[in-house]
């Protein structure tokens, strides 16, 4: 976060981190420029610590600098937190400098002393000796930027400019944030909402100056460059958990409202029909699809991939975008891409991306963020509409992102011929009832996963099973647990228990069954019975037929409505996250800052 203002800034700058907490970090610090000279303040951990260090120890100035870190490079001390000072130069940094050793290495030898374990302080270095070869400030900045390798979004001061910021984006996003008599930086658009909605947003290569008056902003090579003003929609939604313990908790339980959201602008409520979606990707003629996404998003995509191959008879190739441009995948230019990313900027995924642009195929976002990156280098965006997520894991950007691959699937189908009339309107009737459903389930089954998650939160290890949509769904589960309980946790397909996971089961080991009664039901039965037969401890996640029908005992049972098939993953993705949710409030984890996890990874 940057501000060149005309008051004390450094408040505004903690105020606006605050705002970039839901990222991950483990350290935060702030630099301002007063009476010529830099300043800072940093803290190992929360930003409450940088508050108390400021509070003991104010910091002047109207111009300055803050940061959020998520370590990379060195611990997550004090003295590896930004900003970074040297002879008379400040820099925060997001991304990773991949060529920092040899610089530092050549720095060394030339006299530089470093006092951190981190790659940013490479770039401080670099800019202060190229102040004292004799270069002026913006060529320092020019010159630095041409040696450096890597991802990084940079906001820079020198104090002996104590009106500018200069600024520069190769990966992570950076926006300009425009005022009336003062000018903002920052790394997301919801920590520039306090202050403004008008936003320009830098692109790969750019770099800036900025002062209180405008920004001027130059390419990769030097060159002016005119990037647009734009107007952010959502800048004023509130930052608070409401009546919630947490923004998880929040984001569950307003997954009715959003998901109706997201289904109105790709259905039609009253004819039941899907609306046309883009004319960028015409699915009739596409031969194939490859889909491609990190963590969450890749599991709603491997879901999304049973429903355009059912529905639509389209084959999908589908890999982790950090495995996905490595593999060299034969790709046609007929076929068309998605790539699912809630925040619009997950380095690998945007990677991806333009490795299937470079080979000429139709691009398809699925993102929250439709000023992404992602989203303005793709050919058709289909927009999730969740509204921000502040909690790391993520909960309603991913059945957001599920009911839009439902619909799309069904668009898809419709338009190949492979759905008839009927069979749109009976699938679009289904995803319309989903609100109401998802409200019912929310409503009905929270004492029910308190209790469980109470006995949950005393494991060591949890398996969860399930078949066919299910299978991503009992992975995306076991994903949940781990990330903010810490407990290990696998996801499996049901029908792969004998082949090695089986050897697990005993009676301390609670195995949780994602099980519809649809077309997969009596297999998953029949492996649930082999759990049985080894005492493992059952909790089966069915709905009313599936649990009139399991004759089983379980540890627990959790009946959900019976629902069409189309919308079973999202409905059965609520016990899963509240199952999560609840386990890890039992255990007392930090539930929506998980140790070591940032909410968007904007690094390979």
């Known amino acids: 976060m940057g501000i060149v203002g005309q008051q004390p800034v450094s408040e505004r700058l903690v105020d606006a981190l605050k705002r970039l907490e839901y990222r991950g970090y483990d350290s935060a610090g702030v630099a301002t420029i007063d009476g010529g000279a830099l300043d800072r303040r940093r803290a190992e951990g929360k930003i409450v610590n ?131 008599g003062e000018m903002f930086l920052g790394s997301d658009a919801i920590a520039l909402a306090p202050f403004t909605n008008e936003i320009t947003y830098l692109v790969d290569g750019d770099w800036a100056i900025i002062d209180k008056t405008g920004a001027q902003i130059f390419d990769i090579d030097g060159n002016v460059a005119a990037r647009p003003r734009e107007v952010f929609a959502n800048v004023a939604f509130p930052v608070d958990k409401g009546n919630h313990r947490h923004f998880m908790e929040k984001e569950i339980y307003e997954q009715p409202e959003v998901i109706s959201h997201a289904l109105s602008h790709y259905i039609n409520f009253v004819d039941h029909r899907v609306l046309p979606v883009s004319d ?51 790709l046609s230019p007929q076929s068309a891409a998605l790539f699912i990313s809630q925040s619009g900027e997950t380095a690998d995924t945007l990677a991806s991306l333009r490795y299937c642009k470079e080979h000429g195929l139709k691009i398809g976002a699925v993102v929250n963020t439709r000023e992404s990156t ?28 599920l009911a ?32 109401r459903l998802m409200g019912q389930v ?16 005393k494991c060591r290890d949890v398996l969860y099973l399930g078949r066919g949509t299910s299978f991503p769904l009992a992975m995306e589960g076991a994903l949940k647990l781990k990330e903010i309980s810490y407990i290990h946790a696998e996801g499996y397909a049901a029908g792969e228990l004998k082949h090695g996971p089986i050897a697990l089961i005993d009676e301390n ?35 009313g037929k599936g649990a009139a029908a399991s004759k089983l005992d379980t540890m627990h049972t959790i009946v959900l409505p019976n629902v069409d098939e189309i919308i079973a993953p999202m409905i059965f993705s609520l016990p899963v996250q509240l199952l999560a949710y609840h386990t890890a409030v039992f255990m007392g984890t930090d539930v929506d800052q998980p140790r070591n996890l940032a909410k968007s990874v904007t690094v390979e």
């Open 50 to 180: 940088l508050e108390a260090r400021l509070r003991e120890q104010p910091l002047a100035g109207a111009i300055g600098i803050g940061h959020t870190r998520w370590a990379t490079h060195g611990a997550p001390t004090e003295r590896n937190a930004h900003p970074h000072f040297t002879d008379g130069v400040a820099v925060v940094h997001n991304g990773i400098i991949e060529n920092f050793a040899e610089l530092k290495d050549e720095l060394s030898e030339a006299g530089a002393e470093f006092e951190s374990e981190t790659d940013t302080e490479a770039v401080a270095q670099l800019l202060a000796r190229f102040r004292r070869d004799g270069f002026g400030r913006r060529e320092a900045m020019f010159a630095t930027l041409r040696r450096l390798k890597g991802a990084y979004a940079l906001a820079v001061l020198y104090e002996d400019d104590p009106f500018t910021i200069m600024a520069a984006r190769n990966g992570p996003p950076l926006a300009i944030g425009h005022g009336e």
């Open 442 to 457: 929310l409503n009905s089954i929270q004492p029910k996963i308190e209790f469980l998650s109470r006995e949950l939160s």
């Open 404 to 435: 839009v691959l439902a619909a799309l699937a069904v668009a898809a189908g419709r338009a190949r011929g492979t759905v008839s009339e009927q069979e749109e309107q009976a699938l679009v009737r289904s995803l319309a009832e989903m609100p």
């Open 374 to 401: 992602i989203a303005r280098e793709s050919d058709a965006v289909f927009p999730i509409l969740a509204g921000p997520e502040i909690g790391v894991a993520s909960t309603k950007a991913f059945t957001c992102q």
């Open 280 to 330: 960028a990707i015409d699915f009739a003629k596409v031969p194939s699809l490859a889909i491609s996404a990190c963590g969450t998003a890749y599991l709603a995509g491997l879901i999304g991939k049973y429903w355009f191959e059912r529905y639509a008879r389209l084959p999908v190739e589908i890999d982790v975008a950090s495995e996905f441009r490595y593999r060299e995948i034969p």
């Open 509 to 543: 080991m609670p195995v949780i069954v994602i099980a519809p009664h649809d077309r997969f039901f009596d297999k998953t039965v029949s492996n649930m019975q082999e759990v049985a037969a080894r005492g493992g401890r059952i909790i089966l996640i069915t709905d």
